[in-house]
């Protein structure tokens, strides 16, 4: 549980970060999209906050305000219903967790094991946020460090000698 919790959290320091430099960017940025990447930098930021949600609905918890991505959600709704989304998945963390169960998707015609949930969960956040990376770089801008070294190194888990090269 320790690995998982660690994904986790990695997984939403690294959202709320991304969604902390979006709020720096001007409305016509937010707007910026490259082909090959699911829509503009503001469609893939809200987009990672609404399907949090959908994947705590999954395993049974319901966050609240629920959060609807729109064409021109407002970031910081975003990043308030990501900090609701933090709270969920430190509680589901918290709890003893039923991921043997299974989640029904009758509007999909499928069903699965709640034990992908947490794993989509956080490749899900990868790949949307590489995605706006990808946008910002394309456009002469700089993503802050989202890696897990990053992570790590905040919160005391990683350490590197200055003097040596990496």
Known sequence: MDDLAYAIRHNLWATRRVLEFGRTLSADQLELTVEGTAGSIRYGLVH?????????AAVGVTVTPKFQEAADSDLAQALAAH????QAWEALLAAPLELDRWH??????????RVMIPAQAVHHGTDHRTQVGTILLHHGLELPDLSVWSYAAEHGDYQRDEGRPA
Do not use: K, T
Not at 48 to 56: G, K, N, P, T
């Open 48 to 56: 990672i906050v609404s399907a949090d949600q959908r994947y705590l």
């Open 83 to 86: 900090a609701a989304n933090e």
């Open 104 to 113: 029904e998707r009758p509007e999909r015609h499928d069903r699965l094991r």
